[in-house]
C-alpha cells in the first residue's frame, strides 16, 4: 500500500501552515484525496508530497507559483522529457536575467549610499 500523508504530516514535514498547503491545493499543485465525513479530510499521495517538495525548490529558485506548476505539470505528462527540460531551462535563463538586474540596481543603489557616507560611517547630508 502507498503512503499516504494528512495535511499536518505535510505542514510539519516541510515547515509550512496548513493554510499554505491548502493554498497551493487552490492554485492546483497538489491534488488530495478526500475521505471522512462530508470529505473534509484531505489525504495526500507520495506524489502530492513530491509536487509539495518540487514547489518549495522552486519558491527558492524565485519562481512564480504558476511557473512552477507548469514545470511540474510537464514532468507529470508521458511527454518527451526533452521537452520539459528545455521548458525548465528557458525559465530559469529568464528568472537568472531578472536576478542579475537586480543585482545591478542593488549595487548601484549601494554604491549611492556609499558616496554619502564619511569614513567614519556617519551619513553626510547634500548641501
Known amino acids: 500500500m502507498a503512503p499516504t500523508y494528512t495535511i499536518s504530516d505535510l505542514a510539519k514535514e516541510f515547515d509550512l501552515t496548513t493554510r499554505a498547503i491548502r493554498f497551493y491545493e487552490d492554485m492546483g499543485l ?3 484525496a478526500r475521505n471522512g465525513p462530508a470529505g473534509r479530510n484531505r489525504v495526500y499521495s507520495a506524489r502530492d508530497r513530491t509536487r509539495l517538495r518540487l514547489t ?3 519558491k527558492r529558485l524565485g519562481l512564480s507559483l504558476s511557473e512552477a506548476k507548469e514545470i ?3 514532468y507529470d505528462s508521458p511527454r518527451d522529457t526533452g521537452v520539459q ?3 525548465f531551462l528557458d ?3 529568464v528568472h537568472r536575467r531578472q536576478l542579475e538586474d537586480q543585482m545591478a ?3 548601484a ?3 549611492e549610499v556609499q558616496e554619502h557616507e564619511n569614513p567614519d560611517g556617519q551619513v553626510k547630508f547634500p548641501h
Open 30 to 32: 497538489l491534488q488530495p
Open 56 to 58: 518549495l525548490r522552486a
Open 72 to 74: 511540474i505539470d510537464l
Open 85 to 87: 527540460l528545455r521548458k
Open 91 to 93: 525559465v530559469l535563463v
Open 105 to 107: 540596481d542593488l549595487r
Open 109 to 111: 543603489n549601494l554604491e
